[in-house]
């Protein structure tokens, strides 16, 4: 089987940069996903990381290590907007499931 | 705006009621799934749909069937449902099943079992 973990919640202030981390257990490794729920709306998709290293996208980056069976999304000059849940999602097992940790929701504070 | 839509938004239906859920997506996408929301707990995957065909059952309970007419369209037909099945029925769609493909997912249905 596959398990998750990331911190439940996290407080933050409005520019300042915050880290997400993620660390997982599965019997094989495919990759993974990290997604952005706004409450009452839908997972969008943020990033992939199947390799080793740093992804950066604008303000959001993601670092994989699978030796180490860590992630961590980054968020740079946060705004407000940035308040919401963040899912970390991996590839792999039995099956090759999509296995969603419970997510780590943001608070951005003034 | 997302290129997946479900409907209804939110579903009050007592024990003894059938309904459906229904799912459309405008992508040209040819996997679809449905996945369980519920407070404080991961999204769980019910089902995955690759090019019309049903590909992945997760042990999800018989009170929950799917249905999959075309590439495009997903339904998740309820019937005789349980107060626990509460919770936000996520659909998503990807372009196939291969690792690096993200899924799309729509707003979801609140469904709430009185």
Not at chain 2, 4 to 18: A, D, E, F, I, S
Not at chain 2, 81 to 93: H, I, M, N, R, T
């Amino acid at each position: 089987g596959q398990n998750i973990d990331q911190p439940t919640e996290m407080t933050a202030t409005e520019g300042a940069i915050v880290q997400i981390n993620c660390t997982y257990q599965t019997s094989g490794f495919n990759g993974l996903f990290w997604y952005q729920q706004h409450a009452g709306e839908a997972p969008t998709f943020l990033s992939y990381n199947v390799l080793d290293g740093l992804e950066e996208k604008g303000r959001f980056s993601s670092f994989l290590s699978r030796s180490k069976g860590y992630s961590y999304l980054l968020l740079k000059e946060l705004q407000m907007k940035d308040s919401a849940s963040y899912l970390c999602a991996v590839r792999g097992g039995g099956g090759n499931k999509l296995t969603f940790g419970t997510g780590t929701q943001l608070k951005v504070e003034l | 705006e997302t290129g997946v839509t479900q409907t209804p938004r939110h579903l009050v239906m007592g024990m003894t009621n059938k309904k459906s859920l229904k799912c459309e997506q405008h992508l040209g996408h040819n996997a679809m799934y449905w996945y369980k929301q519920s407070a404080k707990k991961p999204l769980e995957l019910m089902f995955v749909y690759s090019l019309e065909e049903r590909v992945e059952n997760n042990s999800v309970p018989s009170r929950f069937s799917p249905e999959c007419p075309n590439s495009s369209h997903l339904f998740l037909h309820l019937h005789t449902l349980q107060p626990e099945d509460s919770a936000l029925y996520l659909c998503a769609s990807s372009l196939g099943l291969a690792d690096s493909y993200e899924q799309y997912f729509g707003p979801g249905t609140r469904l709430t079992v009185t």
